[in-house]
């Protein structure tokens, strides 16, 4: 099992920045490909970025490509998600998760964290 918790939501701006991080427990957290989700009122759930195992590759989505940033850091058992130049647009529940391929599908990871509330106001 992985627990994971999400943190650093917010409400901002049109054109602020945010950075969410997740903290990782239980297994060892090197492990896994770590993505960022996230869900808008009455939407589906989407892939927002992933980050690869030892951090050499990344994978977002187009709408946050250029804007957003994920990194983790093994020493901290932590992602983040660097959040720019926000748009209204952005605003969703932001979700954490873990698993074990290079995905943006919703059915590769296996844990999901809690969700943390990002607010864009225009």
């Known amino acids: 099992q992985v627990q994971l918790v999400e943190s650093g939501g917010g409400l901002v701006q049109a054109g602020g920045s945010l950075r969410l991080s997740c903290a990782a427990s239980?297994?060892?957290?090197?492990?896994?490909?770590m993505g960022w989700f996230r869900q808008a009122p009455g939407k589906a759930r989407e892939f927002v970025a992933f980050?690869?195992?030892?951090?050499?590759?990344?994978g977002y989505a187009d709408s946050v490509l250029a804007r957003f940033t994920i990194s983790r850091d093994s020493a901290e058992n932590t992602v983040y998600l660097q959040m720019n130049s926000l748009k209204p647009e952005d605003t969703a529940v932001y979700y954490c998760?873990?698993?074990?391929?290079?995905?943006?599908?919703?059915?590769?990871?296996?844990?999901w964290g809690q969700g943390t509330q990002v607010t864009v106001s225009s």
């Open positions: 239980g297994r060892t957290f090197s492990n896994y490909v």
């Open positions: 980050i690869n195992r030892g951090g050499e590759n990344t």
């Open positions: 998760a873990a698993g074990t391929r290079e995905s943006s599908y919703i059915w590769s990871y296996d844990y």
